[in-house]
Nanobody, 128 residues
Framework: DVQLQRWGGLVWPGGSLRLSCTASEPIFEDYAIAWFRQAPGKEREGVAGIAVSDPSTYYEEFVKGRFTISSDLAKNTVYLQMNNLKPEDTAIYYC??????????????????????WGRGTQVTVSS
């Protein structure tokens, strides 16, 4: 399944981090992959998703223009490039896969309940 490979960390506001999500086998052409996050005391929320076969990407409003999701099929890896990070981006970040066949459909929202194989989360802290 999917595993978070690149740990998060502590960055200054305005800084950048790149997270990686690697699958143990080629699945991205069948399964959409999405990034979620959960801040203390808050519910898990979607951040960005990618449907490789559609092909399309989806971003929640609060990360548009700052985060970029991409894939490298040769490495079975999906990346989340996070730029211009803000303190409110502080959270535990997770990657997960959507239902079988979801890679062929454009995502319009990211409901956590429809995603499975949650990778191990990684803490991202944005603070000065």
């Amino acid at each position: 399944d999917v595993q978070l490979q690149r740990w998060g960390g502590l960055v200054w506001p305005g800084g950048s981090l790149r997270l990686s999500c690697t699958a143990s086998e080629p699945i991205f052409e069948d399964y959409a992959i999405a990034w979620f996050r959960q801040a203390p005391g808050k519910e898990r929320e979607g951040v960005a998703g990618i449907a490789v076969s559609d092909p399309s990407t989806y971003y929640e409003e609060f990360v548009k223009g700052r985060f970029t999701i991409s894939s490298d099929l040769a490495k079975n890896t999906v990346y989340l490039q996070m730029n211009n990070l803000k303190p409110e981006d502080t959270a535990i970040y997770y990657c997960a896969k959507g239902p079988h066949g979801s890679s062929w459909y454009r995502m319009t929202y990211l409901p956590p309940a429809q995603f499975t194989s949650w990778g191990r989360g990684t803490q991202v802290t944005v603070s000065s």
